[in-house]
């Protein structure tokens, strides 16, 4: 393959250890992103007193999030029909 041609978006002067490189922080960054997905939409979708019974519930049931916490009481809602 010639130096012009190295497939679609990628520079000619890129060495194969730069693309490397650059595919490594993308999968840091994109895990990075994926962590955080959910607080954000939580944090802008929640006010604080309900966020302050999520994370009662989730410390008392041991859930590991927040959005964990909200999809326990969902379902807990959904079989009986009643919510704490």
């Known amino acids: 393959m ?3 041609k190295r497939g679609r978006g990628r520079p000619a002067s ?3 250890e730069r693309r490397q490189e650059q595919l490594r922080a993308g999968k ?3 895990r990075e992103r994926v962590a955080n997905v959910g ?3 939580l944090d802008a979708a929640v006010e604080a007193r309900s966020k302050a019974f999520l994370e009662a519930y989730r410390k008392q049931h041991g859930l590991r ?3 964990a916490a909200l999809d326990a009481i969902l379902a807990e ?3 009986t029909g009643k919510h704490k």
């Open 2 to 4: 010639s130096e012009e």
């Open 39 to 41: 607080k954000v939409r």
């Open 77 to 79: 809602y959904m079989l």
């Open 14 to 16: 890129l060495t194969p």
């Open 28 to 30: 840091v960054a994109h």
């Open 65 to 67: 999030n927040l959005g």
